[in-house]
Each structure stands twice: as C-alpha cells, then as structure tokens.
C-alpha cells in the first residue's frame, strides 16, 4: 500500500506562485518517476510536469517557464514550484508515482487525492 499526501494548494491572484508538495510513503522499493497532472471538470487529465529518478524532467508547453519540478529523493517528496500563474492553470493537481514495491515487481502507478489551485482576482 503507498499513499500520497499532497499539500500547497490554495487561493491566489493572477501572476502569483504556489508550491505544491506530494510526499510517498509505504511500500516502495524503488521510484521511477513522481510528477503533476491536473484535470479540469469534463476533460481528461493532462500531464504538467514529471521528473525521473535521475534527474531528467518533462513539462507541458503550457507551463514550461513558469513552473519547475524538483525531487527530495530521501524524502520520497516532489515539488512542483508555480510562478506567473494564470487564471486557466485553475483546476485540481494530482500528484502521481510510477514505483516498484519490491525487487523485479512490475511497475505500479499510484495517485493523490488531488488539490485544487484557483488563479483568481
């Protein structure tokens, strides 16, 4: 069983940041990738941006610089650091893990809770 505990989001004005933290814990032998995606009502969720176990990360077009990914691999935590938001990045965060529970186990995904960020004035 792995849990994903997200935290950071919140209310703020058009051009402001937020911090987004999601901490892994349980059973986890070894990470693959942690990362955001987010989901607006009605649509499908779209990746925001995901970083590796070495480091290498990806970004939606849509966010590349303003937000930045970063990984504390001895806490199992990822944060995703939001600058310039805009009111279209408001929709619900989830934060998710690609693991593997023990040695030569298949890969597993796993989801947070999700949390919501309103860009608003």
């Known amino acids: 069983q792995v849990q994903l505990v997200e935290s950071g989001g919140g209310l703020v004005q058009p051009g402001g940041s937020l911090r987004l933290s999601c901490t892994a814990s349980?059973?986890?032998?070894?990470?693959?990738?942690m990362g955001w995606y987010r989901q607006a009502p009605g649509k499908e969720r779209e990746l925001v941006a995901v970083?590796?176990?070495?480091?290498?990360?990806a970004y939606a077009d849509s966010v590349k610089g303003r937000f930045t990914i970063s990984r504390d691999n001895a806490k199992n935590t990822v944060y995703l650091q939001m600058n310039n938001l805009k009111p279209e990045d408001t929709v619900v965060y989830y934060c998710?893990?690609?693991?593997?529970?023990?040695?030569?186990?298949?890969?597993?995904?796993?989801w947070g809770q999700g949390t919501q960020v309103t860009v608003s004035s």
């Open positions: 349980g059973s986890i032998f070894s990470i693959n990738f």
């Open positions: 998710t893990l690609s693991y593997s529970a023990a040695y030569g186990a298949p890969t597993l995904r796993s």
């Open positions: 970083i590796n176990s070495g480091g290498s990360t």
